[in-house]
């Protein structure tokens, strides 16, 4: 049961169109949403790897990437999306109880960049840390991390006439309404001293044409149903953390190795 009842105004998006870990699915799974980022310059889903609980991701510095979520219910749900600890939306410091996009049944949406304005949106691109939009913004803690809380939607009470009320209705939905919270727990990072590159975060691209439209959502809690996570770094850096295995370099042949040697047996 909702500890209180809050009117949102969310924003809707249009839907998107057409190691010493194993790899995992290319994104991350939850039981209401679904995430994964998009590299945009190569068009592809970039492979996520799974390591001590945690989601990772490889990116590429000075690529423009999206973060695709994917609404697996019937019902419409509120995705309140934080890249850096920052809320894509409001540029806020982010918070589960903020404003956030509104994806409708069973819809999937790309998620682009930075909210500027209801038409446009600022590229997210992998860069070094410190040009990173949450540093730039003195906000370097949480670089390396997209999160998604999921909210679902409160459901709305048809007014009838007195004699057609069932009195046990309100007790039963109420029962009904009890939400969990999911969300992976961060690895135990190895020192930054490890690191042989400096931490990948996300900048704040040239502005894009994103058009989106406004609509009402109420949440049925103040708690997120869900939280679905992504860590994401250099190749170079999930090498360093143990979380990708290292490429296996083979010895080259030589043309002219030396004299020839006596065959054996």
Not at 25 to 45: C, H, I, S
Not at 57 to 79: D, F, K, T, W
Request: with cysteine.
């Amino acid at each position: 049961m909702p500890t209180r009842r809050v009117l949102v105004l969310a924003l809707t998006v249009a839907a998107a169109a057409g190691a010493a870990a194993c790899s995992a699915p290319a994104f991350a799974t939850g039981g209401l949403v679904d995430a994964e980022v998009v590299d945009r310059g190569r068009n592809e889903v970039l492979p996520a790897y799974r390591q001590r609980g945690a989601i990772w991701v490889a990116g590429r510095p000075g690529s423009r990437y999206a973060v695709r979520m994917r609404n697996r219910s019937g019902n419409r749900v509120l995705v309140v999306l934080s890249v850096d600890g920052v809320n894509a939306i409001s540029g806020e410091t982010a918070s589960a109880s903020q404003t956030g996009y509104v994806l409708a049944p069973y819809q999937s949406a790309e998620i682009t960049g930075w909210r500027k304005n209801m038409n446009e949106a600022a590229a997210f691109y992998f860069t070094a840390l410190p040009d990173s939009y949450a540093a730039r913004t003195g906000r370097p803690d949480n670089v390396g991390v997209i999160g998604v809380a999921v909210f679902r939607e409160r459901e709305r009470v048809v007014e009838v006439a007195p004699r057609a009320v069932d009195r046990a209705a309100p007790a039963a939905a109420q029962a009904q309404s009890a939400t969990r919270e999911r969300g992976d727990a961060a690895p135990a990072a190895k020192a930054e001293g490890t690191l042989r590159d400096e931490r990948l975060g996300t900048g704040h691209g040239e502005r894009e044409v994103a058009p989106i439209t406004r609509t009402a959502f109420e949440r049925a809690s103040d708690r997120p149903d869900e939280i679905v996570q992504l860590r994401y770094d250099s190749v170079e850096n999930l090498i360093a953390l143990g979380v990708l295995r290292p490429p296996r370099v083979l010895p080259a042949p030589e043309p002219f190795p030396a004299f020839v040697p006596d065959p054996k047996g």
